[in-house]
Antibody, heavy 121, light 110 residues
Framework: QVQLVQSGSELKKPGASVKVSCKASGYTFTTYSMNWVRQAPGQGLEWMGWINTNTGNPTYAPGFTGRFVFSLDTSVSTAYLQISNLKADDTAVYYC??????????????WGQGTMVTVSS | QSALTQPASVSGSPGQSITISCTGTSSDVGGYNSVSWYQQYPGKAPKLMIYEVSNRPSGVSDRFSGSKSGNTASLTISGLQAEDEADYYCSSYTSSSTRVFGGGTKVTVL
């Protein structure tokens, strides 16, 4: 079945970096873009941006430029989110999400299970 | 890009219908038919309920319907059931080629 499986929870100190993985299965990885969504504890969803899985070209939402990097390893159908110079307010669950067919890339029907990143000294 | 505006909470009794609004601008909700709705239970990933304003993915109950008028989109849940108690988020494509979510609405079944 189509699924996205993300890496496990992370506990990091301020200033450190983290790399979250999102492994796709059940479909051709390069057929769909990959989006990233953040949800801070008790808060709503924030769209972070997306990466074109054909070209590797990333697009970042305002507020997610500089310290956030999307990347791919198409040989293993995996997308990555790397966050550098972590701050306490980066503490959140990070989701990868695949667009739904027929949604023009704007709605997401396949989601990873989420990766909790906790930043604390 | 500011988040779309949703009511913080909506409640209803079993069997009733409720409507959740999602207000944006002509640069997002009003400008495109790319509004989607998600249901999220605590500790779980969101689930797509509606896309392109009013389309239901396969497997989503027909008790869920979507519409749009001007800069405001709406999600209606008919025949409210206990299992519908969850958080609901709207999302829209924007003129900046980004996507934006609403702040979320907590639905309570009385």
């Amino acid at each position: 079945q189509v699924q996205l499986v993300q890496s496990g929870s992370e506990l990091k100190k301020p200033g450190a970096s983290v790399k979250v993985s999102c492994k796709a299965s059940g479909y051709t990885f390069t057929t769909y873009s990959m989006n990233w969504v953040r949800q801070a504890p008790g808060q709503g969803l924030e769209w972070m941006g997306w990466i074109n899985t054909n070209t590797g070209n990333p697009t970042y939402a305002p507020g997610f430029t500089g310290r956030f990097v999307f990347s791919l390893d198409t040989s293993v159908s995996t997308a990555y989110l790397q966050i550098s110079n972590l701050k306490a307010d980066d503490t959140a669950v990070y989701y990868c999400a695949r667009p739904a067919v027929g949604s023009k890339g704007n709605a997401f029907d396949i989601w990873g299970q989420g990766t909790m990143v906790t930043v604390s000294s | 890009q500011s988040a779309l505006t949703q009511p913080a909470s909506v409640s209803g009794s079993p069997g009733q219908s409720i409507t959740i609004s999602c207000t944006g601008t002509s640069s997002d909700v009003g400008g495109y038919n790319s509004v989607s709705w998600y249901q999220q239970y605590p500790g779980k990933a969101p689930k797509l309920m509606i896309y392109e304003v009013s389309n239901r993915p396969s497997g989503v109950s027909d008790r869920f319907s979507g519409s749009k008028s001007g800069n405001t989109a709406s999600l209606t849940i008919s025949g409210l059931q206990a299992e519908d108690e969850a958080d609901y988020y709207c999302s829209s494509y924007t003129s900046s080629s980004t996507r934006v979510f609403g702040g979320g609405t907590k639905v309570t079944v009385l």
